[in-house]
């Protein structure tokens, strides 16, 4: 009897446990929520590296001079540029799921839980049910962006990521709250955008991680640009008014524009799943594994 394979989540982990689980002659059940490829991958890295091209593109636009042209203009068209990001993820979805498809791979639409070691419990988004019994089970349901309790995403002017690829309109102050790899990479696409932009920093660098001297380098990067940097501040609470945002800081500081876009990490897609009910130790949200990526419950991996 083949070993029955069950993976929660059809991220790039676990679209490709699943095909690798095939091609080794499991009976492979892929269950998946949102979009097959990834929500972070699909939703996220990709649309940002396309709007990141368009920017880069913008900036030798305005170059242009300099290489003896004149008259050289440019101005994003985000209804094009949302058209040509769905058709990338419309491409690379349909290129997963019809590789998991041609290898036996069933899929299924729908949010898993563990209501057992060896039963996971699918809701579909019409709200019916269905076990899946399984020898092996691989959590691999990612994550999801941040929302502290002091801030109400509406999706129009207070934004996460994920309504930022790209935003409904261009904004035309956007405020990121966050200086880590996500939050500066929106201030430079913003900026290549046309946009002012003020970033919020909590502590006395962008990229608090990594090398005060690349550090440096950006900061002069972002001030040439026109970025405003609140340096030491710690966002705290967020003004809505008709056409206007005011983000207010723990140091009495308030930074002023037409959006704010939130990028302080993420958090895992773990709750409400079931996991200590069987036994599963987590970490903060996060499934503890070893180095062969078992949790504490031997058949079940993350």
Same mark, same amino acid.
């Given at each position: @009897? ?24 499991? +009976? ?5 929520? =949102? ?22 593109? @913008?900036? +030798?636009?305005?170059?242009? !001079? ?8 440019? &101005? ?12 990338? +993820? ?11 498809? !041609? ?19 699918? /809701?579909?988004? &019409?709200?019916? /049910? ?10 691999? $349901?990612? !994550? ?68 005060? &001297? ?21 966002? $705290? ?8 945002? !005011?983000?207010?800081? =723990? ?29 599963? +130790?987590? =970490? ?19």
């Amino acid at each position: @009897m083949a070993q029955r394979f069950v993976v929660i989540g059809g991220g790039p982990a676990g679209n490709q446990a699943a095909s690798t689980a095939a091609r080794f002659g499991a +009976e492979v059940t892929l269950i998946e929520r =949102d979009v097959v490829g990834g929500a972070a991958h699909l939703w996220d890295c990709i649309p940002s590296k396309a709007m990141i091209a368009t920017g880069g593109a @913008m900036t +030798e636009m305005r170059r242009a !001079s300099g290489m003896g042209l004149v008259q050289v203009h440019a &101005e994003p068209d985000f209804d094009a540029l949302r058209t040509r990001i769905v058709g990338i +993820e419309d491409r690379l979805e349909s290129s997963v799921t019809g590789l998991l498809r !041609s290898q036996g791979v069933r899929l299924i639409q729908g949010t898993g839980r563990l209501v057992g070691p060896h039963e996971v419990e699918v /809701t579909t988004p &019409e709200g019916d /049910t269905q076990v899946v019994p399984a020898d092996t089970i691989v959590l691999s $349901t990612g !994550s999801r962006p941040r929302i502290p309790d002091w801030a109400t995403i509406d999706g129009e002017r207070v934004l996460t990521t994920r309504h930022a690829y790209p935003p409904p309109t261009l904004p035309e102050h956007l405020v990121v709250i966050g200086s880590g790899v996500t939050g500066v990479e929106f201030v430079h696409m913003f900026s290549a955008f046309g946009a002012q932009v003020t970033l919020i920093v909590s502590r006395q660098q962008v990229l608090p991680q990594k090398d005060p &001297e690349v550090a440096a380098v950006l900061e002069d990067d972002f001030i040439k640009r026109g970025v405003k940097l609140f340096k030491g501040a710690r966002a $705290t609470a967020i003004d809505v008014t008709d056409g206007a945002v !005011s983000v207010r800081c =723990d140091d009495g500081r308030v930074a002023k524009g037409s959006h704010v876009l939130l990028c302080i990490g993420s958090i895992p897609n773990s709750e409400s799943m079931g996991l200590t009910d069987i036994g599963i +130790e987590l =970490d903060s949200g996060y499934v503890v594994v070893d180095h062969n990526c078992k949790s504490t419950v031997p058949h079940i991996y993350a």
